[in-house]
């Protein structure tokens, strides 16, 4: 491969990080935002098109006509996961009715993951913008990682409950050792707790233990 000059190697670790942080390639708008991030701030989308194409000249990626077709050469795809998509959950009252179906694959580093038993669902709402997982915050439009090999629960965790048939995220609190409160953690006053039973119609389908954050 061509050595790259200063600003193609800037545009190529923008695309690696956003690569790595979010599962999928960045459009060329995402690569000047990241790029910016790293210090190369330019406004004009022109000059990242001209760098993509001196970036598959030397051999360092391809690209395809496809939205966000860019591959890296280079990187191993065994340093990457498919994690299911399980239809979306909401972050307010318990709205979302949930899908058991797989909708599709979130490609995601391997370093994001730690246990290959976790599912993602799309979040709808803002019942949960002020929870923190991993010192992200949970917004309208994220997808949530759900590990469903945690069976026991204490207060604070955030998980994934379906309830008559409905999915939501919410923060696990143990009232009395009987009575569960599924409590939001909102900007908004309007979200409340959802109470729960042993004897309702629920299910906890596992705890959230991360955020991949999507894209503004």
């Known amino acids: 491969m061509e050595i790259l000059t200063q600003k193609q190697r800037i545009v190529l670790q923008a695309i690696k990080q956003f690569f790595t ?3 999928e390639m960045p459009t060329v708008r995402e690569i000047r935002e990241e790029s ?3 210090g190369l701030k330019l406004k004009s989308l022109r000059s990242f098109f001209l760098y993509l ?3 598959e000249e030397k051999g360092y990626i391809e690209r395809t006509s496809e939205d966000r077709g860019i591959f ?7 340093d990457f ?32 993951v730690k246990d290959h038993n976790v599912f993602a669902v799309q979040v709808s709402g ?24 945690v ?9 994934l409950v379906v309830i008559d048939g409905l999915a939501t995220v919410k923060t696990y609190r143990s009232i009395d050792g009987r009575t569960i409160a599924l409590m939001p953690e909102s900007t908004d006053k309007r979200h409340q707790p959802i109470f ?4 309702d119609n629920f299910v906890i389908n596992g705890r959230v233990v991360d955020v991949l954050k999507m894209p503004k």
Do not use: C, W
Not at 72 to 78: R, Y
Not at 84 to 96: D, I, K, L, Y
């Open 72 to 78: 890296l050469k280079g990187v191993n795809s065994e």
């Open 81 to 112: 996961i498919q994690i299911p998509v399980f239809g979306a959950a909401s972050a307010g009252a318990a709205t979302m009715f949930a899908d058991q179906y797989v909708e599709g694959y979130l490609r995601v580093s391997k370093r994001l």
């Open 151 to 159: 069976k026991e629960y204490k207060s604070g965790d955030r998980v």
């Open 196 to 199: 729960l039973a042993p004897d």
């Open 53 to 55: 194409n001196a970036l």
């Open 21 to 23: 942080e979010h599962g």
């Open 36 to 38: 910016g991030k790293l």
């Open 126 to 149: 803002t019942s949960m913008n002020r929870a923190k997982v991993n010192s992200k915050t949970i917004q309208n439009g994220d997808f949530v990682l759900v590990d469903a090999d």
